[in-house]
Each structure stands twice: as C-alpha cells, then as structure tokens.
C-alpha cells in the first residue's frame, strides 16, 4: 500500500498540533541559529512553480533548502511545459518522479488541489486565490515571539476577503485566537466560512471598531494578484479602511502591526505606521525563512 505524501494545501493540513510544532522547531532553530551540523535535508530537493510575481516566497523556500542542506529548483510557466498547457496532473507526476517536494503559487486554489491529488511528493501552497498558509505561519511564529500563546489574543484584519483573510480565519480557529474582520461593503467573507469558523471570528463594520483593544492590526494590498484590473475601483472603495495613527490607537497601546508585504504606503497603511515604532513586519518577512525551514522539517524529515 502507498503512504500518501502529507500536503500543505491549507493550515487544516497540518491542524493545531501540527502548527504548535512547525512554530516550536522554528524557534528554536531561528535562536540556534542557520548553520546545521550535519544538515538535515541533504540532497534533497524542492522544485518551485511560480505562476505570480514573489520576492519572499521564493527566496525564503530557496534559501531555507541550502540551509538545511538541500537545493530547491525555480521553475515558472514561461519556461516550462505547464505554459504550453501541460496540465496539473501529469506535471505532478512527473516532478514526484524527480524531487522530494513540490510548492506551487498559483491563481486557482482547485488546481492546486489537482496537482497533489496526483502528486506521490509533499506538496506546499504558496499562495492560491484562497489561501496563504505558509504566511500565516510566518506570522504565528511573530506573534508568538513577540506576545506569548496565541490563545485569547486579539488580531485585527482591516483589508478584503482575500487569501490571507481566509488563512488568518483558519488559523484562529485552530490557535484559538480572536479575529476581527473589516471590510468595506460588498467585501466581506461568505457567511459559510464564518460559520464555520465558530465564535473566534466577528465580522465589524470599520476599521477602528475591529482594531478596538486589539493586540494586532494587519492588513494587505487593496488588489491582491489576480484583482488588478479592479484596482481603481478598489482604491475608491477602500477609502475609509487605511490602517492609519487613529486606527492604531484604537489598539492596545502596545499593540503590533503586521503586513505579510508587498505594501503600499498611503494605500492600505500609513506609511507612519507601517515605518513606526509599533511595525513587526520586517521581522514577520524574516520569519518566512524560519517558519518554512520548520515545516519542510515537518513534512521532508525521515
Ligand atoms: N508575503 C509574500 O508572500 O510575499 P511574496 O509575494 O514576495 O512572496
Ligand atoms: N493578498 C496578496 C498577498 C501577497 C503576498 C495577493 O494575493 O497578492
């Protein structure tokens, strides 16, 4: 009988106690330092499909595999069969054949699922239209630095009902930690997923009302890859959800903020708190590094 590879397609994958280790070994290998020993992926390899744009996914994925001793591979539609139309399926299982695990960023969260239904290796989301997990991890790995447990705490979204809203309610439900969302009209999650997110999540109607003794503001871009050509129309709508000084003071006095970046000052945050004293962000993109090496641990280690 053949083992199926575990996935991380969203942080249901991995469930509470999955999250509570990859964030424990991220810890404590992020305090020990990078430099391993006898690292513990040696000739392993990670291929990469990048089908959008990313800075932090890619270096963070490539840098963490030499850290830990093995190699990972760029691979992007323009220079690949899958832009000639080579589909999801067999594309899997061919890389299943040559790498030991696969992370893909693209535009249809369904396809992604395709791809490691056929897949027989470890296949990682690194942004879908749906889901954000790896970010997430990276950023409960920050708060967790920085306040402790998670359980109780309070975080702030101030943004649309994108992939990162989706993955931040998924995981206060498995962290158990409070969310706020605030969106302007017409952006709001499905109720289903709220439901199903259970009491951890409430829906408000302003931004100063979800950041209201908040341990965490976050945001995110307005038009998120995929919604540019919506992006003038967003930026009038979005008007009155910048995450500004008055919104910041709504917070806890001690309160962070965190973006998952790229971020546009003046848009969805002011650049005063985004460059201000209560900004985590550059340790938050940091922590992609951490965090990842911790779950290719998790789910690459013999
Ligand atoms: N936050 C994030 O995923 O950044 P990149 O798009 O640069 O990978
Ligand atoms: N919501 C953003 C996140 C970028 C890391 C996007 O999908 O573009």
Redesign the pocket.
């Known amino acids: 009988m053949t083992t199926q590879p575990r996935h991380l397609l969203t942080l249901n994958d991995l469930g509470a106690n999955g999250i509570r280790r990859v964030i424990e070994r991220a810890l404590a290998d992020k305090r020990a330092g990078t430099s391993h020993q006898s690292p513990p992926l040696p000739g392993r390899s990670l291929a990469m499909l990048f089908e959008k744009?990313?800075?932090?996914?890619?270096v963070s994925f490539e840098a963490g595999m030499t850290q830990l001793g093995g190699h990972a591979i760029f691979l992007s539609p323009a220079d690949t069969q899958v832009g000639r139309g080579e589909s999801a399926g067999d594309t899997a299982r061919t890389l299943s054949r040559m790498v030991d695990a696969v992370m893909i960023r693209n535009h249809d969260h369904d396809v992604l699922e395709n791809f490691a239904a056929a897949a027989t290796v470890p296949v990682i989301n690194g942004?879908t239209d749906r889901a954000?997990p790896c970010?997430l991890l990276a950023d409960m790995l920050t708060l967790t630095e920085h306040c402790g447990d998670l359980a109780g705490r309070t975080v702030a979204w101030i943004g649309d009902d994108n992939n990162m809203c989706r993955s931040y309610m998924t995981a206060a439900r498995l962290a158990n930690f409070n969310l706020r969302i605030a969106t302007p009209p017409g952006y709001q999650p499905d109720p289903a997923s709220v439901e199903a997110a259970g009491d951890v999540v409430t829906l408000c109607n302003s931004a100063a009302e979800a950041a209201r003794g908040a341990d965490v503001v976050t945001t995110d871009v307005w038009a998120s890859m995929g919604d540019e050509a919506e992006y003038q129309k967003r930026l009038a709508e979005f008007g009155g959800f910048q995450v500004d000084n008055a919104v910041m003071t709504e917070a806890k006095a001690d309160a962070l903020f965190m973006h998952?970046?790229?971020a546009h000052r003046d848009e969805e945050v002011a650049a005063a708190v985004i460059d201000g004293p209560q900004s985590v962000v550059w340790d938050q993109a940091e922590n992609?590094l951490h965090a990842q090496k911790a779950l290719l641990l998790e789910l690459l280690a013999d």
């Open positions: 744009a990313s800075t932090r996914t890619r942004l954000h970010q998952c970046l790229p992609r």
